[in-house]
């Protein structure tokens, strides 16, 4: 690659350093309460280094080379750069990267799945760990001059997570550069079959062609009764993989799950129910013997867990990373609830059956009954994963959510913490007030749709077992796209996600943000928020928050393009794929909804006009059109249609690569890293609260004290 294209995975300069605040929602705790809540951090931490083996070959050698620096000089970092001999920039930019690096816990963005690399030369890291035998040690074992940190010069599809058989690097296939995503899929087709399950498994290829399957779990051995497929470890593959096999093997990740069933089980000895206290010992069955069965069963506990004072969920969750979206990522929360705010979350729950028949789809295509979630606003004590998310909406696992149910949470912390003074890109000058003023409750409105009547809508039309179908197979329903019965549905044994693939995460992301936009334009809806008296009223306060909305969501259109590679033709990230998708919408909506302005050759003055005067009338009619499309695909299996309609919206012309992505990438603003606090239990088991600052320094003494 030429020094233009590596500037661009250079890590950011400064990172955005913000503190996930917490401490007046941990102290208002009982102590049993926090001694629950300590443990289940404890347990999230302990999974860290899951996480970096699930990024890069090279993150955990990353990760001890930091920590080991740290630990050497006690985090006094002008000591350890006057015994190195290193200028000042030179540790500016080491720490810049450490920073960025432990905020996405690994070498790759957790929002966008491109690589990072440091400003500074290999010799500055050589400078940096040669007055230190443990980060010597840590520096052979990584090899950071040969490839672990920098750009892949001569492979510049492996800058970008993916299927291996592309050229891209993904450590959910170790070792397994010629693993194909033909066989990747056969055997999710296979594991199907024999129902197991994927989400905590790693896939491997051996020289031989066979595969071998890992399963995280804390023993080696499978448990006396049999794993979730039985006694079974070795299996002759059907298909186009006849005469291979597959191997499962126990283990993976054993250490770290071993020391997170401990701290769960110690959990569990303080919990503040029952439902609680089962939930514990199902996950602890989980994490030590590897079933994804048993993790079911504590999913299925956490949603019956009604209003707890501290919320939890940990394990293998979302899929997003693996380039096949059936394998997760590590990922552990532990949060406090804020009554207050968790009052209009309740508020929208309680709203739901009412607004949920304003979808632009009928009966035949939404669940028989809404089941009621639990809806709160939660202030993160520990999110432990690649990244925080603003909003959450699990668990996963389809039947749960269509028979018990499901949970939505804001994470309210997250969503307030802000850094001074950050830049506004693409907003027109005239709207930046107002924009700046509204952007928080716009963000809150969105989220609190987009997880509870986005994700938490529809039906899949299935054939439950063979000849058994959750519609009248004889009298199809009919589509509302083609007026005709619906020829297309879920067959036994299938999926969302085993259906529509690769492209299952960002379209039902792309399809929960559509609903958000569709309702928000609803005033009853952003009452419920304390905005506005419920009448329509596009010009007052409810108004603003509104019209802010849609300029956030056309803003994240056109930054989206950052994390789509002009080399690969790929997207990086899935919720950014959906936003580009949102805004191309809003474009093709007509009568002057929505354009990009400029006068400018090079586009250095791009910015959005938006009509607000037409947010309730063009653009929403827009939207509906939208998502009434991916709404009927998604419920009748229809991927082949889905496909071609995501791919089609998703498309990224000359214009926007050779025009606007350059700009994009000119002016964006560094993702938010947050500085999370640790909690240490002293004498008495009493339990004490940790924070630390919010710089580059502070991020790196909160996770060398995690002692992960």
């Not at 300590?38 to 990024?55: E, K, M, T, Y």
């Not at 080991?68 to 930019?93: F, I, P, V, Y």
């Not at 593959?237 to 291979?244: A, E, I, Q, T």
């Not at 069955?285 to 069965?293: A, D, E, P, R």
Request: one cysteine or more; aromatic letters at 10%.
């Amino acid at each position: 690659m030429d020094d233009q294209s590596i500037s661009q995975y250079y890590a950011d300069q400064p990172p955005t350093v913000v503190s996930l605040a917490i401490k007046p929602h941990f102290e208002a705790l009982t102590n049993e309460q926090k001694l629950y809540a300590h443990n289940i951090s404890r347990a999230a931490f302990l999974g860290s280094r899951i996480v970096l083996r699930q990024v890069s070959p090279e993150s955990e050698g990353i990760f001890d080379f930091i920590i080991a620096l740290h630990k050497s000089c006690n985090g006094d970092w002008s000591k350890l750069q006057k015994e190195t001999g290193l200028d000042e920039q030179g540790l500016k930019d080491f720490l810049n990267y450490a920073t960025q690096f432990l905020g996405n816990l690994g070498n790759y963005k957790g929002f966008g799945d491109s690589k990072f690399i440091p400003r500074c030369p290999p010799k500055t890291i050589d400078a940096l760990a040669s007055a230190i035998p443990m980060a010597k040690e840590a520096l052979r074992k990584l090899n950071v001059e040969t490839a672990a940190s920098y750009a892949t010069n001569n492979e510049p599809a492996k800058m970008h997570l993916g299927f291996p058989d592309k050229g891209h690097l993904s450590t959910y296939y170790p070792d397994s550069p010629d693993i194909t995503q033909d066989e990747i899929e056969g055997i999710s087709t296979f594991m199907a079959e024999k129902k197991l399950l994927p989400e905590n498994t790693r896939l491997k290829k051996t020289a031989d062609g066979n595969f071998k399957l890992l399963i995280a779990s804390g023993l080696s051995k499978p448990p006396p009764e049999g794993g979730d497929a039985g006694p079974e470890t070795v299996f002759d593959l059907p298909g186009k993989l006849s005469g291979k096999k597959l191997e499962i093997l126990y283990g993976d990740h054993i250490e770290e799950l071993a020391k997170v069933a401990l701290h769960i089980k110690k959990a569990g000895l303080h919990a503040a129910n029952d439902t609680q206290k089962q939930m514990m010992d199902h996950y602890a069955k989980s994490f030590g013997s590897g079933s994804l069965n048993a993790f079911k069963e504590s999913q299925k506990l956490w949603v019956k867990d009604i209003g707890p004072m501290v919320e939890t969920n940990i394990g293998f969750i979302e899929t997003y990373r693996d380039p096949a979206n059936v394998r997760a990522e590590w990922e552990g929360l532990v949060a406090m609830v804020n009554k207050e705010r968790t009052q209009a979350f309740q508020k929208l729950v309680n709203s739901a059956p009412s607004m949920i028949p304003k979808l632009p789809w009928g009966k035949d295509f939404e669940k028989d009954k809404f089941r009621a979630p639990d809806f709160t606003s939660l202030e993160v004590l520990t999110f432990n994963g690649s990244g925080i998310p603003a909003g959450i909406n699990i668990p996963n696992y389809d039947d749960i959510r269509q028979t018990i149910g499901f949970k939505n949470v804001s994470l309210g912390n997250v969503l307030s913490a802000k850094a001074p003074n950050e830049p506004v890109p693409f907003i027109a000058p005239h709207d930046l007030d107002l924009y700046r003023n509204n952007r928080d409750q716009a963000f809150e409105v969105q989220v609190g749709i987009h997880e509870l009547l986005g994700h938490g809508t529809g039906k899949l039309l299935q054939e439950t077992s063979p000849g058994v179908f959750n519609f009248n197979n004889s009298n199809p329903p009919t589509s509302p796209i083609t007026n005709k019965p619906i020829t297309t549905y879920y067959k036994p044994g299938q999926t969302w996600s085993s259906v529509f693939g690769g492209i299952s995460a960002s379209y039902e992301e792309c399809r929960a943000e559509c609903v958000a936009m569709a309702l928000s334009c609803d005033f009853s809806i952003l009452q419920i928020f304390g905005l506005g008296d419920g009448n329509t009223d596009i010009n007052g306060l409810a108004g603003d928050v509104l019209y802010a909305g849609y300029l956030s969501m056309a803003r994240a259109g056109v930054a989206a393009v950052e994390f789509w590679d002009p080399k690969t033709r790929k997207w990086g990230q899935a919720h950014m794929q959906a936003r580009f998708s949102i805004l191309k919408t809003f474009m093709e909506a007509g009568e002057g909804f929505c354009s990009l302005d400029y006068e400018k050759v090079d586009l250095s003055d791009l910015m959005i006009q938006l009509d607000r005067q037409k947010i309730l009338t063009t653009g929403r009619k827009a939207v509906e059109a939208y998502l009434q499309k991916l709404h009927v695909y998604k419920c009748t299996a229809d991927f082949e249609a889905g496909k071609g309609l995501y791919d089609e919206m998703t498309n990224v012309d000359k214009w926007w690569e050779e025009k606007v992505r350059p700009e994009v990438i000119r002016r964006k603003v560094p993702r938010k890293v947050f500085v999370q606090a640790n909690t240490v239990e002293g004498e008495g088991g009493k339990i004490e609260l940790k924070e630390y600052e919010a710089t580059c320094e502070g991020m790196i003494r909160s996770w060398a004290e995690r002692d992960v």
